[in-house]
């Protein structure tokens, strides 16, 4: 079913409050400034399905069902699935400046899990794989946005999960019922949750025979009793909240979600204690995440190459003073998109789902974490001193009647004041504001990258290539002593 942004909004209003920032509960994640500019970003990807120019993006028919659903409500079989998936998320970028969440992690780990469940139910006789399949075709017929909850609190990391002294430092379940299971525990740092319908669970990483009550993928809808979910996103408090040009209409959420006896019923439950699956599921998350991330950073490249080019513009210079600059933003950009491409059309299906290639994917996840810096970096450069933090005066101060007219004429350049303000709070915004997505560390951090991008390497097919041109034998690894 395709629903509209409007719809998508009302939906949201129904649901139970539970969501808390500065210490108050928000009412309304539609209106308050908090949440609300999020929730308009997601809202016009609903809307983009009914535009003509942009439904094959934000669109897709489904494999489950045969209907035109909205692309992150799909599975995705093939790499023309996936491809799709990121060209959708590079085109939000471009529409909102942001990340949208509640359009992303979720989705993927329905897709990540699709074909671990097959090899679960085959070892252990579950029903894991028709639940999550029920599930899904709930998700389609619902038009539903879905936060994808990741990360544990982890406590002290030199200790394992089933070592900690706060077991709630891990998901876990704390009982065991003949209809469902019990969840307690603590995820952090999540994307896009206050613009979510449901949340899905799944484990952060890998766990030993003695951490089955750890090992859970399972979905639960936002406002279920039990979870408290805490905002915490804190640029957007200096930007997202101010007024007038002070604040770009967008920006991304981050949340802590507190688990408290949360009852998940059997039919949402698609994996419980079967720990040697955990690593697994986790595999394919973040081969699809760090693909398509690319995307991502590259859509907001977009915006931030348009928007350093227009002040530009705006302080009377040409494009041609530029060029190079520009030029080496657009390589940047196409860098971790086409990378992320390359990632998704080298990958393979898996029970059904496709996945992208390890290697590249994660390879991609290094250069997200760098690139888009410099990226950023260039575009002040180009903007010139107004839009870096704390260089102009604030949007108040520049209505004020005692001094505000002179504001207004020392902004004016080849444009008038106010036009140039807003284009630097926009670059502002995108350099060292909420606009910053989770490069570095959003998917998990470029260190665990590099430990899949070790694993996968063929570092003994390497040796051999070079040993065999030159006709000696190949050297392997000496022992250690």
């Known amino acids: 079913m395709l629903k509209t942004g409007a719809q998508y909004k009302e939906a949201l209003k129904a649901m139970r409050p539970n ?82 969440g ?9 897709n990540a899990h699709w074909g671990v469940t097959s090899l679960i139910d085959k070892e252990f006789g579950t029903d894991y794989h028709a639940r999550l399949e029920k599930f899904m075709r709930f998700v389609e017929d619902n038009a539903l946005t879905l936060a994808g909850a990741l990360t544990d609190a982890k406590g002290n990391r030199a200790l394992k999960a089933g070592q900690q002294p706060n077991k709630d430092s891990y998901l876990h379940v704390a ?22 319908q449901w949340i899905l669970v799944m484990p952060t990483t890998g766990f030993g025979p003695d951490e089955k009550e750890f090992a859970i993928v399972a979905a639960m809808p936002r406002d279920a009793e039990g979870i408290t979910i805490v905002e915490t996103r804190r640029p957007s408090d200096t930007r997202q909240e101010e007024e007038g040009w002070d604040g770009v209409h967008s920006g991304i959420t981050q949340a802590f979600i507190i688990f408290d006896n949360v009852f998940v019923p059997n039919e949402h439950v698609f994996m419980n204690g079967e720990n040697k699956y955990a690593g697994m599921v986790l595999g394919n998350f973040t081969n699809i995440y760090r693909a398509a991330i690319g995307a991502c950073v590259a859509g907001q490249g977009d915006v931030m190459i348009g928007a350093a080019l227009a002040v530009a513009r705006a302080n009377g ?14 390589i940047l950009n196409e860098t971790t998109y086409g990378l992320g491409i390359g990632a998704i059309t080298e990958g393979k ?48 101060d520049m209505q004020s009647p005692l001094y505000g007219e002179h504001l207004m004429k020392a902004m004016a350049s080849a444009v008038d004041g106010a036009t140039r303000t807003k284009l ?19 998917g998990g951090s470029p260190d665990t990258a590099r430990m899949v991008i070790k694993g996968a390497t063929k570092w003994e097919d390497c040796v051999d290539y070079a040993c065999k041109l030159v006709d000696v034998e190949p050297l392997k690894e000496p022992k250690k002593k």
């Open 317 to 330: 210079l040409t494009q041609k003073a530029f060029n190079d600059k520009l030029v080496q933003m657009s």
């Open 424 to 442: 630097a709070r926009l670059v502002e915004w995108l350099a060292v504001g909420a606009g910053i997505p989770g490069c570095h560390h959003g």
């Open 19 to 100: 969501i808390y920032k500065w210490g108050k509960l928000i009412e309304d994640v539609t209106t308050d400034p908090c949440t609300s500019f999020h929730v308009n970003g997601t809202a016009k990807a609903f809307d983009a399905a009914f535009d003509e120019a942009l439904a094959p993006i934000f669109t897709n028919k489904s494999a489950l069902s045969g209907n035109i659903a909205h692309r992150w409500n799909t599975l995705t079989v093939d790499a023309t699935d996936v491809i799709g998936n990121a060209k959708m998320k590079r085109k939000m970028y471009q529409l909102t400046g942001s990340c949208t």
């Open 349 to 396: 299906s898996f029970g059904g789902a496709w996945i992208p290639d390890a290697l590249l994917a994660h390879t991609n996840k290094t250069y997200v974490a760098t690139l888009p810096q410099t990226t950023r970096l260039i575009a002040i450069e180009i903007s010139g001193g107004i839009t870096e933090t704390g260089c102009m005066p604030s949007y108040v």
């Open 102 to 110: 509640a359009l992303c992690a979720g989705w993927t780990i329905m």
């Open 175 to 196: 009982e065991q019922k003949a209809d469902g299971i019990v969840l307690r525990g603590y995820k952090i740092q999540i994307c896009g949750v206050a613009a979510a």
